[in-house]
């Protein structure tokens, strides 16, 4: 996560776009996970097949004064062949 809070500030960002706070941009050690298609109320509703939309994993940076929060893609920080996440792996 440090390396993508270094890339953003290498692309620009270095205060907070709404307040222009230097000092309270922080980024989250947790993905945020949105979907774009149809979603389901119970897991066990999807159908094996057929299932249309995508997952974005997100990486999220809030301002600690105004509450603005960026999110920004997290597969643009990695290769084709490294995993955002695995299932049953966890880091703390």
């Known amino acids: 996560m440090a390396e993508v809070f270094q890339a ?3 692309l620009g960002l270095k205060a907070c ?3 222009g706070s230097t000092e309270s941009l922080s980024m989250s050690p947790f993905p945020v996970i949105l979907e774009d298609g149809d979603f389901a109320a119970e897991a066990k509703s999807y159908p ?3 299932v249309h ?3 974005t994993f997100a990486v999220r940076v ?3 004064s105004c509450g603005h929060l960026l ?5 643009r920080f990695r290769t084709a062949d490294e ?4 299932y049953g792996v966890v880091n703390n």
């Not at 995993?83 to 695995?86: A, G």
Request: charged share 30%; glycine share 8%.
């Open 8 to 10: 953003l500030e290498q």
């Open 17 to 19: 776009p709404v307040c």
């Open 48 to 50: 094996s097949e057929g």
């Open 53 to 55: 939309g995508d997952l």
């Open 62 to 64: 809030e301002c600690r």
């Open 71 to 75: 999110l920004f893609n997290a597969q």
């Open 83 to 86: 995993k955002i996440m695995e």
